[in-house]
């Protein structure tokens, strides 16, 4: 009797947990339905198999913060990081020389994006960041694979193509041919813009001015502070390339050195909104670079009586909040220090608007004449994204 492989006997008893699983619970079990990727190569015929993961109904990164984040975490693990067995599998199934002209392909268990009945502007950036990452670091036979890939376009709601196409989601992954829908007239997205350039100040001043054109040609008397509005957002980005990606950080996955920028404008709650992500160092991890710092270490210290530690991320929410009070005292910072009062400042200047800022694990949410709403995620959103709302 020959004997058994320890590979053949992981296989039996994989198979059956796996069988067992199924019986005690047979939503589990695969479909294999036919059914529609769409990516680069245009709209290929596949066998669907089950989700691997499914987006959040709400997928917005104020009022659905948590479930967003944790969705977006195991969003960066799936994209970056391809298991041995699926590429295994691949090679097995997908043979371009074996397989029957027309025949359906085999595809990985995929990210679904049916349950999504609504995305934000700022929450699509993040999303469109970390698929642009994976787009610049995997491998052929990842992307082979499925895994950017856009699975039953055909089905997602209508609002959420609308809002993807137009900040330019589609367009990264080279999907040209959407299905039609019909876009929202009282709100504009402009396609993100992102780069590892120093410059942004033109680029910002650039896309802002766009949206004021459009809020012009809607009859829309343009205030001045949204003439205003570049100042703080340059100033955010430049804070990225100086400071979010310094070699002092170990970071947990792959970046690319790149920002990200969102901008819109809502004639219907009269407002425009821009939103700038980088996957960095975080507030709490470039503190030490501030001129001031051994201040505000103080001052943290008599606040919450432990030492400051850009590693714990315990203490984000209250770092972002201090941060931003101390820096609004003090000149001559330097780095993210030097944005975050100006951030700050120039909302509660315009007199009706918001300041969202999400730093690794901290939330920070301030609006003029109320105190800060302050509280720590369960997840890091990878990274800090900052966005304004103003009112016109």
């Given amino acids: 009797m020959k004997l058994m492989t320890a590979r ?3 296989w039996h008893l994989h198979r059956a947990r ?5 019986r005690k619970d047979p939503t589990r079990k695969r479909s294999n339905r036919g059914g529609w990727i769409y990516g680069s190569n245009g709209r290929q015929s596949v066998l669907l198999p089950s989700p691997i993961m499914a987006t959040p109904a709400q997928f917005c990164i104020r009022e659905n913060a948590d479930a967003v984040v944790s969705f977006l975490n195991s969003l960066r693990r799936r994209l970056l990081r391809i298991s041995p067995s699926a590429l295994r ?5 997908v043979n371009p020389y074996g397989q029957s002209t027309g025949a359906p392909r085999w595809i990985n268990r ?5 349950p999504m009945t609504e995305v934000t502007p700022a929450a699509a950036l993040v999303l469109a960041a970390e698929y642009d990452r994976a787009r610049r670091l995997v491998t052929e036979d990842a992307d082979r694979l499925g895994t950017l890939f856009l699975v039953a376009l055909e089905q997602w709601r209508p609002e959420v193509v609308g809002v993807l196409r137009d900040n330019g989601f589609f367009h990264l992954l080279g999907i040209e041919a959407e299905p039609e829908f019909d876009s929202n007239a009282d709100r504009i997205i402009l396609p993100f813009i992102s780069d590892t350039t120093d410059v942004q100040q033109e680029k910002v001043g650039l896309q802002l001015q766009k949206l004021i054109r459009i809020a012009q040609e809607r009859g829309v ?3 001045d502070s949204m003439f205003d509005f570049a100042g703080p957002i340059g100033e955010a980005m430049e804070n ?6 310094t070699d002092k950080v170990q970071f947990q996955y792959p970046h690319v050195g790149r920002w990200w920028m969102s901008s819109s404008i809502d004639f219907a709650k009269r407002q425009m909104q821009a939103a700038v992500y980088d996957q960095g160092a975080t507030i709490a991890g470039t503190l030490k670079d501030w001129r001031f710092f051994p201040t ?3 001052h943290f210290w008599r606040v919450f009586g432990v030492e400051f530690d850009e590693r714990n991320p315990s203490y984000d929410s209250q770092v972002i909040a201090h941060a931003i009070e101390h820096s609004a005292s003090m000149t001559g910072l330097s780095h993210r220090g030097k944005g975050l009062g100006m951030m700050k400042r120039f909302v509660d200047e315009s007199g009706d608007g918001r300041l969202t800022i999400l730093s690794r694990r901290g939330f920070y949410e301030f609006r003029p004449n109320e105190d800060p709403r302050i509280r720590q995620l369960p997840e890091s959103v990878g990274g800090t ?8």
């Fill in 8 to 10: 053949r006997k992981a």
């Fill in 18 to 22: 796996s069988e067992s699983a199924k």
């Fill in 89 to 93: 599998a691949l090679r097995r199934r």
């Fill in 110 to 114: 995929f990210i679904d994006f049916r």
């Fill in 221 to 223: 008397e343009t205030s």
């Fill in 240 to 245: 990225v390339v100086h400071a979010a990606y």
């Fill in 296 to 298: 505000f270490s103080s």
């Fill in 385 to 392: 994204l900052v966005e304004w709302i103003i009112r016109f």
